[in-house]
């Protein structure tokens, strides 16, 4: 028989597929001895069955359920919807792979109108009772019912209100009692029922709204963006409640091993006294520093302290633990790896090394390519900051700088976004903010510390975030927020530091980021343990500086079509296209290819002896035609022929289907001038370098090839061009000749075209155009339904095809290798800078990866962490 449910004293840390990372990290904790509330987990296979069976629990699981809930009740020697001594349950999600906000909880069950006065008498506390009873009504309500949480804080509000309460803990055990009624008054009319008494049936409504918040439109959203499988499930928690909420010698709070912005090795967190672990992350009441526990509860704080770092050396990473006191008595709800910035990722790592925690290896493996990225985003310039107007301050919840315009809520963040760099500014987020968090560069809150909603989310996704700037007032109906004496109104610009908590008027420059030592010390390790080159995709000299700074060892990709696009020669592209005979088209060639050869010039001073590969001219020749009226009218005046001419030319230039058109190594054979032109520049860039002293190692790259013949055909001509430029200036240079792999036909006979190449560099972009026969221009249209649907997993263009692409590129190395044995290979498109498709190639025989000069330090990352994976998997 199936066990789909497990006692905490049956699980460990290695179960997390069945019993969740909360789950397998409470059972773990229960093994050590630490002080964690009794409780089981319902596995996520009971999660995925739900859904097989049509949204229904069946009696083999609840059975298991009920089970186990009798273990607990002889544990805690209470019992549920008991009159004598009821016992009180949490229930929370458990997905896993941590996914903080996303999905549902709910405390306090097992409350009725009987229990909750059994409770008040028990603790002789009937104030924390009904604080207890309405909290348990609005979270089931939401929960369960959906009933909005709005509607009950509305109460909540105007009873504060008119009692002048400054918050909820203010209120006495009347008004809470009053709470309590109203609360069941508008659940009956939400739901059309009576709030249940019946507390079996609340347990079984919580673990199936449980089951069913793995689905909901946040959590959906949060896994596209972090790339989590939806067949995964969630597991459900249930676990005795402890009360933070019964005095002031209570509390709740969540606290980190080390500081999650900037790694810093010293407990960070928050708590607050008399209150239960909804209201810190919900950011409703400015939360204390963990430090001042020290003050308060000093004995409390100890013991959390060395939890704290029992936990972290036992997981080997910084944890992110929630903890609550009851009547002075510490309880651990939750410890897991804890969410943290790019810098303090990288600090952590290099320290967790130093310590002698963790090896390299494991520091590499816990970096990932969207930390490195996040470390290249800009700063404030620090003139610029002196001269800004300061509007707020707040917590300096996530680092980073970014200026965009105000908006309030998600969804016109969200719908502003397509047109321009937003700001979300709120008094809160929630969970249901996640997609207006997305669009938005940055997210500012009036209320909620550094461990609210906002806070947490903001630093998983790498935005910059300030928290608890309190001095701004929202005004939602006037689509307002009033700071002091200054008024701003939707789309007014503000430029936000989360590395400060600084907010400031208007738009602040930035400039360029520096790395710290740690980082520095990262790509070191990265550097010593990698098998792959990194190379660089550089058009210009600017770029090819930018990736060597970044330690890029070549140039992987130089598009030369790139260069034809500026303003001092696309009359001139044009009008050789244009030209009707060889002997026009070779006219402004002849123009064209000093300027061509100035380009390469700089580039080669600038590898300094590295090898650079020159792509010749690949897109169709319509792409650098104008299309407007104005520029039209000037080239047929300056060609001496009719509009109408013109027009008629351009339009039979123009293509139905570029990508399988007239365009790559095609024009090369249909017009050789083109190519001879480019061949002929780069030979004289070359031996202009090499006489001026610098070492010259270049690649003449032919696109687009599928057929042996074109390859042979172009390469005897661009041969012959260069052998005799070299012999009549009497300067040698090194040069190969080689082609890019894009289309299928090309890897299945690459035996054949490596006879002519000394190198394949993968186009994996166009490569996976043709073998999807999908246009990357349109995909877009239809790539998301289809993952929604789960036709495509990821998208192709994004992360490389393992099914298909990848297995013809595999058929392609080992066909060209058995022809040329040391041909040189490598990749170049976009997924060169693609950590999980670095890993694909980074196994099949491929030399190198190019990408573009911001991602060379992502494909270092990668290419270690492909060696070390290989290594684990032995």
């Known amino acids: 028989m199936t066990k789909y449910v497990y006692n905490f004293k049956e699980g460990n840390k290695d179960m997390k597929s069945l019993l969740g990372g909360?789950?397998?990290?409470?059972?773990?904790?229960?093994?050590?001895?630490?002080?964690?509330?009794?409780?089981?987990?319902?596995?996520?296979?009971?999660?995925?069955?739900?859904y097989e069976n049509n949204m229904r629990i069946k009696p083999e699981i609840i059975k298991q359920i009920n089970e186990q809930l009798e273990i607990?009740?002889?544990?805690?020697?209470?019992?549920?919807?008991?009159?004598?001594?009821?016992?009180?349950?949490?229930?929370?999600?458990?997905?896993?792979?941590?996914?903080?906000?996303?999905?549902?909880?709910?405390?306090?069950?097992?409350?009725?109108?009987?229990?909750?006065?059994?409770?008040?008498?028990?603790?002789?506390?009937?104030?924390?009772?009904?604080?207890?009873?309405?909290?348990?009504i609005q979270m089931f309500a939401d929960v369960v019912m959906g009933v909005e949480k709005y509607k009950f804080e509305t109460v909540l509000s105007r009873i504060k209100e008119q009692k002048n309460y400054s918050q909820d803990s203010d209120m006495t055990s009347e008004d809470l009692f009053e709470v309590v009624e109203e609360f069941k008054k508008i659940y009956r009319k939400e739901v059309g029922n009576d709030f249940p008494n019946n507390v079996k049936e609340q347990l079984m409504l919580a673990v199936e709204a449980v089951f069913k918040s793995w689905n909901n439109n946040r959590a959906k959203v949060y896994r596209r963006l972090n790339?989590?499988?939806?067949?995964?499930?969630?597991?459900?928690?249930?676990?005795?409640?402890?009360?933070?909420?019964?005095?002031?010698?209570?509390?709740?709070?969540?606290?980190?091993?080390?500081?999650?912005?900037?790694?810093?090795?010293?407990?960070?967190?928050?708590?607050?006294?008399?209150?239960?672990?909804?209201?810190?992350?919900?950011?409703?009441?400015?939360?204390?520093?963990?430090?001042?526990?020290?003050?308060?509860?000093?004995?409390?704080?100890?013991?959390?302290?060395?939890?704290?770092?029992?936990?972290?050396?036992?997981?080997?990473?910084?944890?992110?633990i929630e903890f609550t006191i009851e009547n002075e008595k510490l309880y651990i709800l939750q410890t897991r790896n804890g969410k943290r910035t790019a810098l303090s990722a990288v600090e952590i790592a290099v320290s967790l090394v130093e310590e002698g925690i963790i090896t390299k290896e494991e520091a590499l493996l816990r970096i990932n390519s969207d930390d490195i990225n996040k470390l290249l985003h800009p700063t404030f310039e620090t003139k610029a900051l002196k001269e800004a107007k300061q509007l707020t301050q707040g917590l300096a919840a996530s680092p980073g700088a970014s200026t965009g315009a105000i908006y309030f809520t998600a969804e016109e963040a969200v719908q502003a976004s397509s047109t321009k760099d937003v700001i979300l500014v709120r008094e809160e987020?929630?969970?249901?903010?996640?997609?207006?968090?997305?669009?938005?560069?940055?997210?500012?809150?009036?209320?909620?510390?550094?461990?609210?909603?906002?806070?947490?989310?903001?630093?998983?996704?790498?935005?910059?975030?300030?928290?608890?700037?309190?001095?701004?007032?929202?005004?939602?109906?006037?689509?307002?927020?009033?700071?002091?004496?200054?008024?701003?109104?939707?789309?007014?610009?503000?430029?936000?530091?989360?590395?400060?908590?600084?907010?400031?008027?208007?738009?602040?420059?930035?400039?360029?980021?520096?790395?710290?030592?740690?980082?520095?010390?990262?790509?070191?390790?990265?550097?010593?343990?990698?098998?792959?080159?990194v190379f660089v995709n550089a058009d210009n000299e600017k770029d090819a500086k930018v990736g060597f700074e970044f330690g890029a060892e070549g140039i992987g990709l130089c598009r030369t079509e790139h260069m034809f696009f500026e303003e001092d020669r696309i009359s001139l592209v044009r009008k050789m296209i244009l030209s009707s005979t060889e002997e026009e088209r070779k006219v402004f060639l002849d123009k064209l290819q000093p300027i061509q050869s100035e380009d390469f010039y700089k580039i080669f001073k600038e590898a300094q002896g590295k090898s650079v590969n020159i792509r010749l001219l690949d897109p169709p020749l319509h792409e650098f035609l104008p299309h407007d009226?104005?520029?039209?009218?000037?080239?047929?005046?300056?060609?001496?022929?009719?509009?109408?001419?013109?027009?008629n030319k351009i339009k039979s230039i123009s293509e139905f289907n570029p990508m399988m058109g007239h365009r790559g190594c095609r024009l090369g054979v249909t017009y050789p001038e083109i190519y001879l032109m480019q061949a002929k520049a780069i030979s004289q860039a070359a031996i202009l370098a090499t006489k001026d002293g610098y070492e010259v190692n270049v690649e003449v790259m032919i696109p687009l090839v599928g057929i042996e013949a074109e390859l042979k055909y172009l390469k005897d001509r661009i041969e012959f061009l260069l052998e005799k430029d070299i012999q009549q200036y009497g300067v040698p240079f090194n040069y190969k000749i080689g082609t890019m792999i894009e289309i299928p036909r090309a890897c299945l006979t690459a035996d054949k075209i490596a006879n002519h190449a000394e190198f394949f560099s993968f186009g994996t972009n166009d490569l996976t155009q043709m073998t999807f026969g999908y246009s990357r221009d349109d995909a877009e249209k239809f790539i998301d339904i289809?993952?929604?649907?789960?036709?495509?997993?990821?998208?192709?263009?994004?992360?490389?095809?393992?099914?298909?692409?990848?297995?013809?590129?595999?058929?392609?190395?080992?066909k060209a290798k058995q022809t040329r044995h040391n041909i040189k290979l490598g990749i170049c498109g976009e997924h060169g800078g693609d950590e999980k498709s670095i890993e694909s190639v980074g196994n099949i025989g491929i030399h190198y990866v190019s990408c573009s000069p911001y991602r060379v330090l992502i494909a270092k990352l990668a290419a270690a962490k492909t060696v070390i994976k290989r290594n684990i998997n032995k």
Request: include cysteine.
């Open 227 to 320: 790339g989590i499988s939806d067949k995964l499930g969630t597991a459900v928690n249930i676990q005795a409640m402890v009360f933070g909420n019964m005095g002031d010698n209570c509390g709740t709070g969540v606290c980190f091993s080390r500081n999650p912005s900037t790694g810093e090795n010293k407990l960070f967190g928050e708590y607050l006294i008399n209150a239960q672990g909804e209201d810190v992350v919900a950011g409703i009441r400015t939360p204390k520093p963990v430090s001042v526990l020290e003050e308060e509860l000093p004995e409390v704080y100890k013991e959390l302290l060395n939890i704290t770092k029992v936990l972290e050396n036992h997981y080997k990473d910084m944890q992110d």
């Open 629 to 647: 009226e104005k520029t039209v009218n000037i080239i047929a005046k300056e060609l001496e022929i009719s509009v109408e001419q013109l027009e």
């Open 22 to 50: 909360k789950g397998a990290n409470l059972a773990e904790m229960s093994s050590l001895g630490i002080s964690v509330p009794p409780g089981f987990t319902i596995t996520t296979e009971s999660c995925n069955d739900y």
């Open 429 to 533: 987020t929630s969970p249901e903010d996640i997609e207006g968090m997305v669009s938005s560069k940055a997210i500012v809150t009036s209320r909620g510390g550094m461990t609210s909603h906002a806070a947490v989310v903001a630093r998983g996704m790498g935005k910059c975030c300030v928290c608890g700037a309190q001095s701004m007032f929202i005004d939602y109906a006037t689509k307002t927020v009033r700071i002091g004496d200054i008024t701003l109104k939707e789309g007014d610009i503000i430029s936000v530091d989360g590395s400060s908590g600084k907010v400031y008027l208007g738009e602040v420059a930035k400039s360029d980021s520096s790395f710290t030592d740690s980082f520095k010390k990262i790509i070191s390790w990265a550097d010593e343990i990698r098998e792959l080159k």
């Open 72 to 136: 607990l009740e002889k544990t805690m020697n209470k019992g549920l919807g008991s009159l004598e001594d009821p016992l009180l349950v949490s229930v929370r999600s458990g997905a896993v792979f941590s996914m903080p906000g996303m999905m549902d909880t709910i405390l306090n069950l097992g409350l009725n109108d009987e229990t909750t006065i059994v409770l008040a008498k028990k603790n002789n506390d009937y104030k924390f009772a009904y604080d207890s009873y309405r909290r348990f």
């Open 786 to 814: 289809y993952k929604k649907k789960n036709i495509l997993e990821q998208d192709p263009f994004i992360n490389l095809d393992e099914s298909g692409v990848l297995e013809l590129m595999k058929i392609a190395v080992n």
